[in-house]
């Protein structure tokens, strides 16, 4: 009887390996970190124009939700245009006429096309997930305002890109299996990860595989799991 086999191959599992690699560079690739930087441009112009003499801004006394809203609403619509043009390599003209537009529900055509880019996050989504911070600092431009829009979008760029790759059964449970191998070998860095055995549905696979990226060490090799804890 042959020897039982230690560890996968790293052939069994190439295509996933490869495409979490992928899916770990889109975080840091020149448009991501574009995108981020303009947004954060953004709100620090406005920190700088509008802070009172400790550095901040207070919205109840800048104008409480309605002025938090409608900076809240600047930031969306900043990386909105970014997206047009450098993700989705729109021109002037192209935009113009996109903001111009309506949908068969009387919605704005253009905000309701970006939104998707956002994983569905409208400027209403954005102000809900902002709207408890009291007030604007240098600190939380970064992890409030730009990681909400930066990171909706970068999750949206990895579902796209799972969707490519991951299209059949036979996808879902090498997924699986990948996912399953990469929890043992890493069990430090994954011990919050929590994958099914088998995934019911493309969807489920594409968040698992979008989530894990996040996790999975970028020197991870399936062929080499003593070198991960």
Same mark, same amino acid.
């Given at each position: 009887?042959?020897?039982?086999?230690?560890?996968? +191959?790293?052939?069994?599992?190439?295509?996933?390996?490869?495409?979490?690699?992928?899916?770990?560079?889109?975080?840091?690739?020149?448009?991501?970190? !574009?995108?981020?930087?303009?947004?954060?441009?953004?709100?620090?112009?406005?920190l700088h124009k509008n802070k009172?003499?400790? !550095?901040?801004?207070? =919205?109840?006394?800048?104008? !409480?939700?309605?002025?938090?809203?409608?900076?809240?609403d600047k930031l969306w619509d900043?990386?909105?245009?970014?997206?047009?043009?450098? %993700?989705?390599?729109?021109? $002037?003209?192209?935009?113009?006429?996109?903001?111009?537009?309506?949908?068969?529900?009387?919605?704005?055509? =253009?905000?309701?096309? +970006?939104?998707? %880019?956002?994983?569905?996050?409208?400027?209403?989504?954005?102000? $809900?997930?902002?709207?408890?911070?009291?007030?604007?600092?240098?600190?939380? +431009?970064?992890?409030? %305002?730009?990681?909400?829009?930066?990171?909706?979008?970068?999750?949206?760029?990895?579902?796209?890109?799972?969707?490519?790759?991951?299209?059949?059964?036979? $996808?879902?449970?090498?997924?699986?299996?990948?996912?399953?191998?990469?929890?043992?070998?890493?069990?430090?860095?994954?011990?919050?990860?929590?994958?099914?055995?088998?995934?019911?549905?493309?969807?489920?696979?594409?968040?698992?595989?979008?989530?894990?990226?996040?996790?999975?060490?970028?020197? %991870?090799h399936p062929d080499k799991p003593?070198?991960?804890?």
């Open positions: 009887m042959a020897e039982k086999e230690k560890t996968p +191959i790293y052939e069994k599992h190439k295509k996933v390996h490869d495409l979490v690699g992928k899916l770990q560079q889109l975080g840091e690739d020149e448009h991501s970190t !574009g995108l981020a930087s303009h947004i954060h441009q953004a709100a620090s112009d406005y009172s003499i400790d !550095g901040k801004v207070n =919205w109840s006394e800048k104008g !409480g939700d309605e002025e938090h809203k409608k900076f809240s900043t990386a909105a245009d970014r997206i047009a043009k450098h %993700y989705l390599k729109l021109d $002037d003209n192209q935009i113009k006429d996109l903001k111009k537009g309506k949908t068969a529900d009387g919605e704005s055509l =253009w905000e309701t096309m +970006i939104a998707q %880019y956002f994983g569905g996050m409208t400027k209403e989504v954005f102000f $809900d997930k902002v709207k408890d911070e009291n007030e604007l600092t240098i600190e939380n +431009i970064l992890s409030v %305002y730009v990681k909400n829009l930066a990171s909706m979008h970068v999750s949206y760029r990895h579902h796209a890109l799972v969707r490519q790759h991951i299209k059949t059964g036979e $996808d879902m449970d090498l997924a699986s299996s990948y996912l399953g191998v990469a929890k043992k070998h890493n069990k430090k860095s994954l011990k919050k990860f929590k994958s099914p055995k088998k995934f019911k549905s493309i969807e489920e696979a594409a968040d698992a595989l979008a989530t894990a990226a996040q996790y999975v060490p970028k020197s %991870y003593d070198s991960y804890h």
